[in-house]
């Protein structure tokens, strides 16, 4: 094996790690915050295109949700579009397309909440442009209702 063939795949399994990383990563923050209600929920980061220039924070409370997405640089100062789309038991309730954010910082970060009934399924897709159409950060998840007789735990 020549040496060229080596630094291909040394490349080739940073690349994978560093995705796994970022997904337990994405993973971890929602677990973080999560109430006595057993909620079951997927992080996906999609694609290879987007920076992940926000790191997403998830509360979930008895009644809402709340997902904040800061500035991974403490020290930046961001104007950006974020469309999102969040759904329950399948039916969107709020949408934005390209809405425009000015200022966003890691003191001023972009904040999203939204209503909570016990036993639904929600959704919620993001993705997150630098004016010049960059995607910045790019995410999707969905929480489940708790189910009875279920003892599986997060």
């Known amino acids: 094996m020549n040496n060229f063939t080596k630094v291909l795949i040394a490349l080739f399994l940073i690349i994978i790690s560093a995705g796994i990383i970022l997904v337990g990563i994405n993973y971890a923050s929602f677990n973080s915050y999560h109430d006595n209600v057993y909620a079951e929920q997927e992080v996906t980061v999609w694609g290879n295109d987007a920076l992940d220039a926000f790191v997403s924070e ?5 009644d809402h949700f709340i997902f904040t997405y800061i ?18 038991d399948g039916n969107t309730l709020e949408s934005a397309d390209k809405k425009l ?16 009934v016990e036993g639904s399924e929600y959704e919620l897709d993001v993705t997150i442009e630098d004016t010049g159409g960059a995607i910045l950060h790019k995410s999707g998840m969905k929480v489940y209702p708790q189910t009875h007789g279920n003892e599986s735990e997060m």
Do not use: W
């Not at 998830?58 to 008895?62: A, L, N, W, Y």
């Not at 640089?73 to 759904?87: G, H, I, V």
């Open 71 to 88: 500035p991974r640089d403490p020290n930046a100062t961001l104007d950006c579009y974020m469309s999102y789309e969040f759904k329950q």
């Open 58 to 62: 998830s509360e979930s409370h008895e």
């Open 101 to 116: 954010y000015e200022g966003v910082t890691a003191s001023d970060p972009i904040v999203l909440e939204f209503p909570r």
